[in-house]
């Protein structure tokens, strides 16, 4: 399985009135490419069976994976940069959900990622960081692990020992070392890809200098903008909605001190952190709250598990809370699969009335039904399952 995340930089888009994209000029707009680390007008890039493919203004346009489109999600901030990356497989038996936040240095590269791998109730955390020569080139990467299931932080350290790149200075070719913490190396991986650009080159051409690539000075944080890039509807039906209204306020707002909720509107799943409280709290006050609640509340280094005190459509449901909110998911427990998808649906339904984005919404028999979308740079996931309706919010 790929757990490696890489980078985001200078795509151009075609101005009207040439006849072929050799002798066309370009403007920036997106540069979606960087986050597979290559730079440039990229088209596409392959790599153990999996193919990334970019339109002509250097937005990712599809995902294919062993032959078949992967569904996927893209937001970016104000810069055009790409600062999140949602995908998920909706095959059976395993139905992986997969999360990619981005942050940036100054000098415009990646500077660490968090890939969360969701799968039911269990999950991964990935927290890669990265590092650079003198030409901006990675030339090491740190992982950080950690799970429900194994919370303790596990950190490994590679770096790469060998680099071929193309004429337009991204790398086709890399061998890779697992560093022990002694200093003792230990090979670990050969990584082959092609490339392909909107110039008909796969590295013939005019190169560019990886010391070139990055815009210095740009700011290291930029609050993402309303960017995403729709992808299309599976399947769609017509159903009326709610109207829900939200709360405001403090940080507990709605809440007496232990979290106790005097109203309840259905956008605080996604708003509200543990679906009780305002932004500004923090993780060890939460863990404070829960615990000295009547809700049930187990904690221990992977998070906080509860029952929640309120219902929606007349089901109460339980909560499972990562550590330091990295994931919130809640567990509507509804029986039969036709009430379970109508579940579903009207969940869809009343946040996108909410105010939620969703992006798409896969509802055929023979699949689980999956609605994601996207809220104030988080993202939201709904998927059924057997014991009933989960929603994920990232």
């Known amino acids: 399985m790929k757990r490696l995340l890489l980078f985001v930089l200078t795509a151009f888009w075609a101005l009207a009135g040439f006849q072929s994209l050799s002798q066309t000029s370009f403007t920036k707009k997106y540069s979606d490419a960087q986050?597979?680390?290559?730079?440039?007008?990229?088209?596409?890039i392959t790599e153990d069976g999996s193919t990334y493919q970019y339109d002509i203004e250097g937005a990712l346009e599809h995902i294919i994976i062993e032959g078949k489109k992967t569904p996927f999600s893209?937001?970016?901030?104000?810069?055009?940069?790409?600062?999140s990356l949602v995908t998920f497989t909706n095959e059976l038996p395993i139905d992986t959900l997969r999360v990619v936040k981005i942050k940036y240095d100054r000098n415009n590269r990646i500077s660490s990622d968090e890939t969360l791998m969701k799968q039911l109730l269990g999950g991964e955390l990935f927290v890669s960081t990265y590092f650079y020569d003198d030409n901006g080139m990675c030339?090491?990467?740190?992982?950080s692990t950690s799970s429900p299931?194994?919370?303790?932080?596990?950190?490994?350290?590679?770096?790469?020992?060998s680099i071929k790149v193309d004429s337009h200075g991204n790398w086709i070719y890399r061998e890779s070392s697992l560093v022990a913490d002694d200093g003792k190396k230990t090979p670990w991986r050969i990584n082959k890809r092609t490339i392909t650009y909107w110039d008909n080159a796969t590295g013939n051409g005019d190169g560019v200098n990886p010391s070139n690539?990055?815009?210095?000075?740009?700011p290291a944080e930029t609050k993402?903008?309303?960017?995403?890039?729709?992808?299309?509807?599976f399947t769609t039906a017509n159903r009326t909605a709610s109207q829900p209204k939200s709360s405001t306020g403090g940080i507990l707002s709605s809440f007496n001190k232990l979290g106790k909720k005097s109203g309840f509107s259905v956008i605080d799943l996604v708003e509200k952190k543990c679906g009780l409280y305002d932004k500004n709290i923090t993780w060890s006050?939460?863990?404070?709250?829960?615990?000295?609640?009547?809700?049930?509340?187990?904690?221990?280094k992977s998070g906080i598990d509860f029952t929640c005190p309120f219902s929606y459509n007349g089901v109460v449901p339980t909560c499972h809370v990562m550590e330091n909110f990295k994931n919130t998911?809640?567990?509507?427990?509804?029986?039969?699969?036709d009430a379970i998808r109508d579940f579903a649906r009207k969940l869809t339904d009343d946040l996108k009335s909410a105010g939620v984005n969703f992006d798409y919404t896969i509802d055929t028999p023979e699949k689980r039904y999956r609605s994601f979308g996207s809220y104030d740079n988080k993202t939201v996931s709904i998927t059924t399952f057997n014991t009933g309706v989960f929603i994920d919010i990232f």
């Open 35 to 44: 986050q597979q680390q290559a730079y440039g007008h990229v088209k596409s």
């Open 74 to 83: 893209v937001t970016h901030d104000v810069l055009g940069r790409m600062v």
């Open 139 to 143: 030339v090491e990467m740190q992982n």
């Open 149 to 161: 299931i194994f919370p303790e932080k596990k950190t490994k350290k590679f770096v790469y020992d």
């Open 213 to 218: 690539r990055f815009n210095k000075n740009v």
């Open 224 to 233: 993402s903008a309303a960017t995403t890039k729709p992808q299309p509807k």
């Open 285 to 300: 006050e939460a863990e404070k709250n829960l615990k000295a609640s009547s809700y049930n509340a187990s904690i221990d």
């Open 329 to 337: 998911t809640f567990h509507f427990t509804v029986n039969g699969n």
